[in-house]
């Protein structure tokens, strides 16, 4: 018989196999600067991320089709004739924390990961920068922007539509983490 344990002992273990953290709620957004238009569109139900911080591996999934978009026609073209959504339903990025952070201090923490980002059926090299914050009740936010080239992933503009598009799309994240206790991604 173990006799009585501490619930301080069971926190802390369970603290110490929650290594894997899961997305409560994860925002994409992105952002065109075109000379004539600008696009922007948000997608806050069709992501979803997991960081298992025993490994540093860092998995992201965004399903194309959940942008919304101001103009309804922008969000027809952006799914039809740029993103091939059909074709291509997701885009990914699976890669690895660049150094490790104490994920289960208070505090914030500049972070960088780098791996394969995955868009339009295009597979490229990308590091993504970001600032995760260990909030008091174990959750992690992260947050962060980059660039994507439409060209590095094959993304077509037509050429009459060049002052409308951007060649560079801003890309924000911002994602709310919590602990898996099951194991399982």
Not at 39 to 58: H, L, M, P
Not at 67 to 90: A, Q, R, T, V, W
Not at 142 to 152: H, M
């Amino acid at each position: 018989m173990l006799g009585r344990v501490s619930p301080y002992c069971i926190l802390y273990l369970i603290k110490l196999s929650a290594q894997s953290y899961h997305t409560d709620s994860l925002t994409i957004s992105f952002y065109s600067d075109a000379p004539l238009e600008k696009i922007s569109a948000e997608n806050r139900t069709g992501c979803y991320s997991w960081i298992d911080f025993q490994t540093d591996s860092v998995f992201v999934k965004v399903k194309i089709r959940g942008f919304s978009f101001p103009n309804k026609l922008m969000e027809e073209h952006f799914n039809e004739d740029y993103l091939e959504s059909e074709k291509y339903p997701y885009a990914y990025f699976q890669g690895k924390l660049v150094s490790s952070f104490p994920f289960q201090q208070v505090g914030t923490y500049a972070v960088s990961a780098e791996g394969t980002m995955e868009i339009h059926g295009v597979k490229k090299r990308q590091v993504l920068a970001g600032i995760f914050e260990v909030l008091p009740t174990g959750k992690l936010l992260l947050q962060g922007k980059f660039i994507v080239r439409l060209e590095d992933y094959k993304i077509r503009i037509p050429r009459l539509l060049w002052n409308k598009i951007a060649e560079e799309v801003e890309v924000s994240f911002r994602g709310i983490y919590r602990p898996e206790r099951s194991g399982k991604k």
